[in-house]
């Protein structure tokens, strides 16, 4: 069996059978990524106990595999300048024929794309102690088809999370537990279409597969202007056919903005007087750096808010696990749109997420989290107050990326520039709704500083340092 690892910019497939062989698999990885070029001479390898704990392997192994290759010429190793590749005079071997070409896609070096966290920090062990003691504890019932709603300990245990780390009013008969954010919005698209609502509005910058799914709803997404404060709330009045309105008023997506307060009362109004429906995307709102995360805009007013959270950053989007948590009148008509059966949720996952919440190791690794993503936070401000001192970094008060605005004119040739040193970048112009004015002054790139893995981010960081202008 060979395991795929992606680490310090390089796929390196290791065969990890017995501790002989994986010090053998590693070496062997290695040497094929510097044969192929993929690890070019004078690249800088993390350290063994970094590179260990990315492949969960142990740091002596590593070690081991290191002083191996630095012995047969493979690698270097001097005092203060760390573990790094060789330089080689063997050229690459030249094909005597000439196939019929194809276009071969590379997977980039490093990556900055947002949407993920830093998968090699999940709480494996901490993870496995909770899943054997919730399969302990599981009633016989739980290995049945599952309650559409989600299991009864998982509802009851995140109403008293919720109210208490993020504002939310959760009684367990409200919530409903479903695969991820995007599955509880399609829930939410066939209901609404259901209530003969014909519009939700979003937010001008966003994700175009949410204003998708709502369209294959039947929905149509009108836009809602945003600036510096957040979304321009006060513009639902004049919009006359929107029943419903997206919105992430925590750590707005992908500008960073906090929905400002006099802007939360606005949206809150408009729900009332109009018997309208805000559904809250809180998808990073745990993760707060300068002081207390701002509350949940759900609080205000519980009948006219559906409020959707997520493992996927806090945790892993691997888990599948996500709730949303319903006006009195929609639970129901929400777990009738999932299906008779929870088919999609794992009861088991279910289960040993309430025992890793109830246990506090949630909490412990929420605020873990929380310091390492500052940290990177830090850096990366750091990194381009040196480098680039003339662009400015927005939107890092929270989550997981920030914003970096550019000269005008410069966002694709940036990217491409990037895409020629084997760094996936994504900017702004990605996100903006096809119905959003382009402004000018707004290109800029959307920096995700969670994702690369320990070993990864020096040499990330200095791969977007060089192609910034």
């Known amino acids: 069996m060979t395991d795929s690892w992606a680490t310090f910019g390089a796929d390196l497939h290791i065969d990890p059978t017995g501790a002989a062989g994986l010090r053998a698999g590693l070496m062997d990885a290695l040497r094929e990524a510097v044969r192929t070029g993929r690890l070019a001479p004078g690249t800088r390898l993390p350290s063994s106990r970094t590179l260990a704990a990315d492949l969960g392997m142990a740091r002596n192994t590593v070690a081991d595999a290191y002083a191996e290759l630095v012995a047969e010429g493979w690698l270097t190793a001097r005092q203060g300048s760390g573990t790094r590749v060789a330089p080689r005079a063997e ?66 245990v995140l109403a008293g999370y919720l109210a208490r780390a993020r504002g939310v009013y959760a009684d367990p008969e409200r919530i409903v537990i479903c695969s991820g954010f995007v599955h509880g919005l399609m829930l939410m698209g066939k209901v609404l279409r259901q209530r003969r609502v014909r519009e939700v509005a979003v ?27 957040g979304s321009r709330t006060g513009e639902l009045a004049g919009m006359r056919g929107v029943g419903a309105v997206l919105l992430t008023p925590a750590h707005q997506f992908p500008t960073g903005v906090p929905l400002h307060p006099d802007r939360r009362a606005a949206a809150v109004d408009w729900a009332r007087g109009t018997g309208g429906l805000i559904l809250e995307d809180d998808y990073d709102g745990e993760f707060r750096y300068d002081r207390q995360p701002v509350g949940a805009l759900q609080g205000l007013d519980p009948e006219r808010v559906v409020y959707l959270g997520t493992s996927s950053k806090s945790l892993a989007p691997g888990l599948r696990l996500a709730w949303m948590v319903l006006p009195r009148g929609l639970a129901g008509a929400v777990a009738e749109a999932k299906g008779q059966v929870d088919w999609v949720s794992s009861t088991l996952d279910q289960l040993t997420l309430a025992e890793f919440i109830e246990s506090g190791a949630y909490d412990r690794h929420v605020r873990s989290m929380r310091l390492r993503y500052r940290r990177r936070r830090d850096q990366l401000v750091a990194a381009l107050a040196e480098r680039a001192p003339a662009l400015r970094v927005s939107g890092i008060a929270a989550g997981l990326h920030a914003v970096v605005e550019l000269p005008e004119g410069t966002e694709r040739a940036v990217i491409q520039a990037a895409a020629w040193q084997g760094l996936a970048l994504e900017g702004l112009a990605r996100f903006r709704h096809k119905d959003a004015a382009a402004e000018a002054g707004s290109d800029a790139l959307v920096i995700s500083y969670g994702a690369p893995t320990d070993s990864a981010w020096a040499g990330t960081l200095e791969a977007l340092c060089r192609v910034l202008p």
């Open 203 to 229: 937010e001008s910058y966003g994700l175009d597969m949410h204003w998708e799914l709502l369209a294959d709803a039947g929905l149509r997404t009108p836009c809602l202007p945003l600036d510096g404060l």
């Open 91 to 156: 050229p690459r071997p030249v094909a005597t024929t000439t196939p019929r070409s194809r276009t071969v896609r590379r997977r980039p070096a490093y990556s900055l794309m947002p949407g993920s966290p830093d998968l090699s920090t999940f709480p494996r062990s901490d993870w496995l102690k909770a899943a054997r003691r919730a399969l302990t504890a599981a009633p016989n019932d739980a290995f049945g088809y599952g309650d559409p709603h989600g299991r009864i300990e998982l509802r009851t």
